[in-house]
């Protein structure tokens, strides 16, 4: 019989704010979760990562270290963010070769989006299935692979 090390989902070393709502199971570490958030069930978030106040993450998300996302945010069923660029054509475990995620305030981000190292400013919604792979610094709507502004925001 082989050995097999088996591990559980856990909250671990997370700064919460007042008014947090998570549901179990999630695999929390090393992260900041701002006030009045709520996290879903089957979510990742991984250390040196922080979430705004009122920020809703819905199920199945992993938002991997190095994210930052605003207030208000809306984070759909099964985001995905990536912080390893495969600068040398495959993963790196060397942290100097990851780059960062910000995502500003008041921004939704539809199911099954996946979002490279960009910037995202205040204001933006990203369609379901989008992939983001440049700065976005223009409030309105972005949708596609690549994801691209189809549409200004109505004020």
């Known amino acids: 019989m082989p050995d097999v090390e088996y591990l559980e989902a856990m909250v671990t070393d997370v700064s919460f704010g007042e ?13 900041t979760i701002g006030d009045g958030c709520f996290i879903g069930p089957f979510v990742e978030i991984q ?11 819905q199920s199945h998300s992993f938002l991997c270290e ?7 945010c809306f984070i759909g069923h099964g985001v995905m963010t990536i912080n390893d660029r495969f600068k040398d054509g495959g993963p790196s475990s060397a ?25 995202i400013c205040d204001d933006v919604v990203v ?5 983001v792979t440049k700065d976005i610094s223009e409030p309105g709507v972005y949708a ?7 549409r200004s925001l109505e004020g």
């Open 127 to 131: 369609g379901a299935g989008a992939v």
């Open 95 to 119: 942290r100097e070769d990851w780059a960062a995620t910000h995502i500003g305030n008041r921004v939704s981000i539809g199911s099954n989006v996946t979002l490279l190292p960009v910037r």
């Open 144 to 150: 596609g692979n690549p994801a691209r502004k189809i």
């Open 19 to 31: 008014g947090v709502r998570v549901v179990k199971p999630v695999n929390l570490y090393g992260c």
């Open 47 to 57: 250390r040196d990562t922080v979430v705004g106040a009122r920020t809703r993450i």
């Open 66 to 72: 190095m994210v930052t996302v605003g207030e208000d």
